[in-house]
């Protein structure tokens, strides 16, 4: 009977590899940060599990690999338009994931366990909803602008009136100004000549003949 080395690999260890690396790849995550979860999970370190994948597991799921970059191209592309078109396009996009996971059935059924497709699934649901949640967020977010911005247009608008107000208030000052100059001009004419008609009553008289004598 040969002895089992206390570190040698289980095949639930390599199932548990297999599982969070594909998760990580659908997802969109490294494959560093598999093998440190996985190193977590069954007391390895990362650079055993990253050896351990690279050497033995990996080439019994080259075909799951493929799906999980495939479903990761479509959950990106989805993730995308869910933020523009909202939760609709998101369940679309569940939908055709999930139909991709069943027609890709007999070729991953030794590969994946029933627990790793219940998982994925549930971490789909999971996104969709933090997709809708960020979803409303954004609508929120941009209906608070829009009043934002009616707002500061009302705003505008109102200080723009006050500035005509005061631009017309100014001409009728201006022009009220311009007048009393005149006037004060006009007044300080008169003035001066009815000061010279006085100096010359004083410095003129008429003598017997009825003639002007000027006094020195």
Same mark, same amino acid.
């Given at each position: 009977? #040969?002895?089992? =080395?206390?570190?040698?690999?289980? $095949? ?12 990580? &790849? ?19 370190? #990362?650079? $055993?599990?990253?050896?351990?994948? !690279?050497?033995?597991? @990996?080439?019994?799921?080259?075909? $799951?690999?493929?799906?999980?970059? /495939? +479903? @990761?191209?479509? =959950?990106?592309?989805?993730?995308? +338009?869910?933020?523009? /078109? ?8 569940? +939908? ?22 219940? =998982? ?8 969709? +909803?933090? #997709? #809708? =949640? ?44 311009? $007048?009393?100059?005149? &006037? ?9 000549? !009815? ?22």
């Amino acid at each position: 009977m #040969s002895a089992v =080395r206390q570190d040698a690999w289980s $095949a639930e260890d390599d199932l548990i590899l297999a599982e969070v690396t594909l998760r990580h &790849i659908r997802e969109g995550s490294t494959q560093l940060a598999a093998f440190e979860e996985v190193g977590e999970r069954i007391g390895r370190t #990362s650079a $055993a599990c990253g050896f351990r994948w !690279n050497s033995c597991v @990996r080439k019994k799921y080259e075909e $799951a690999i493929s799906l999980a970059k /495939s +479903q @990761r191209q479509k =959950r990106s592309y989805y993730k995308k +338009q869910s933020s523009l /078109s909202g939760p609709q396009v998101a369940g679309v996009a569940a +939908q055709e994931l999930e139909q991709d996971v069943y027609k890709n059935d007999g070729a991953t059924e030794e590969t994946l366990s029933i627990d790793a497709v219940i =998982r994925f699934l549930r971490q789909w649901k999971g996104g969709l +909803q933090e #997709s #809708s =949640r960020q979803y409303k967020l954004l609508e929120k977010t941009l209906r608070e602008k829009e009043e934002e911005l009616a707002r500061l247009r009302s705003e505008n608008e109102r200080l723009l009136k006050e500035v005509s107000e005061v631009k017309t208030d100014y001409h009728v000052v201006n022009d009220d100004y311009k $007048a009393l100059i005149q &006037i004060m001009d006009r007044a300080r004419r008169l003035a001066f000549l !009815n000061e010279e008609d006085e100096e010359l009553k004083t410095r003129f008289k008429m003598d017997a003949n009825g003639n002007l004598e000027r006094i020195e």
